[in-house]
């Protein structure tokens, strides 16, 4: 596997479902984030761990929730989801030096739609 | 807030052609700017990136501006291929770590 990949890329769920997204960066970056794209609206950004460190949370509901147990791997762990979070779910990495911002590194996204 | 602001939404241009993409952002205090292409159905593919204190970027038949003072960045793709058509997105970092986008050009290229 190489770059950026998630899984996984299509998921459909109820209301009530509990399920959760992966991703996995093969950069060796230090930092990873997760965004989302719907439809007729600019990328949002969710979610920014750096070093493992939750630093951004870009005032996102609780039903959402994100994991990075280490620097390869970001989760975000969706319950009782809204039919308006369909979306395409983007996670990204980037390599932080803390004196310049990097270029970051998209997966191709999860498509999640909440019936 | 960041609001970052491409124009146009959309651009259908015939094969060939050299064409400009336009983006504006309303917060100068940036750090970078990124382009990025994206295929139907499928994630971001970055283009280029041009660090605050660059003026330009070129790789292949792309070239991006970033005039920081004004807010704005341009993206020059020169002798224009059908395997251009893509949604192209501008992207800037400001203060928090993420990336504030736009909404995209949306452009086909006519073979």
């Known amino acids: 596997e190489t770059g950026v990949t998630q899984t996984p890329r299509h998921l459909v769920m109820g209301m009530t479902n509990k399920k959760s997204l992966k991703c996995e960066q093969h950069l060796g970056h230090n930092a990873m984030y997760w965004y989302k794209q719907s439809a007729k609206k600019p990328l949002e950004l969710m979610f920014v761990y750096n070093f493992k460190e939750q630093t951004e949370n870009n005032s996102v509901p609780s039903r959402f929730s994100p994991e990075c147990p280490n620097s390869s791997h970001l989760f975000l762990h969706l319950h009782t989801l809204q039919p308006e979070d369909s979306a395409l779910y983007l996670c990204?990495?980037?390599?932080?030096?803390?004196?310049?911002?990097?270029?970051?590194?998209f997966g191709p996204g999860t498509r999640l739609t909440v019936l | 807030k960041q609001e970052v602001t491409q124009i146009p939404a959309a651009l259908s241009v015939p094969e060939g052609e050299n064409l400009v993409l336009n983006c504006s952002f309303t917060?100068?205090?940036?750090?970078?700017l990124q382009w990025f292409r994206q295929d139907p159905g499928k994630g971001l593919t970055s283009l280029l990136l041009i660090q605050s204190s660059q003026r330009e970027q070129t790789s292949g038949r792309l070239n991006a501006s970033l005039d920081k003072s004004s807010g704005r960045s341009t993206l020059y793709i020169a002798a224009s291929q059908p395997g251009d058509s893509a949604t192209y997105l501008c992207a800037v970092t400001g203060g928090a770590d993420g990336l504030t986008f736009g909404k995209g050009t949306h452009l086909i290229i006519q073979p």
């Open positions: 917060d100068s205090a940036i750090y970078n």
């Open positions: 990204a990495s980037s390599q932080e030096t803390g004196f310049y911002y990097n270029e970051q590194f």
